[in-house]
């Protein structure tokens, strides 16, 4: 998985950056504006939250078989989506 971190620090950084931009320009909250307007766009917010519960588990696994904490990540992803767990791949040692 460590060869893989280039690549996840890319695309933190790629998509923290259009995150901000985004954020910046709609407002936090502005997603729940289109969700609520767009069938679509509410059904990829719920798919959205079930994966991010999902990676949020693992990563509560994996924290703890490496003896970090996880509760800064969970936190992160709770308030920023998925650029927590980026960040926790790209930041992640290699055991």
Known sequence: MHRYRPLFLLV???FTVYS??????????G?????????????????LSIALLLVSSWI???ARRRQ??????LV???LLG???PLWYLALRRPQ
């Open 82 to 84: 998925s650029i927590a």
């Open 12 to 14: 933190a950084i790629a």
């Open 60 to 62: 509560a696994v994996d």
């Open 31 to 47: 997603f729940l504006e289109v969700a609520s307007r767009e069938p679509w766009a509410l059904q990829m917010l719920i798919d």
């Open 20 to 29: 901000c931009l985004v954020v910046a320009e709609h407002g936090y909250f």
């Open 68 to 73: 970090r904490a996880a509760w800064p990540w």
């Open 76 to 78: 992160g992803t709770l």
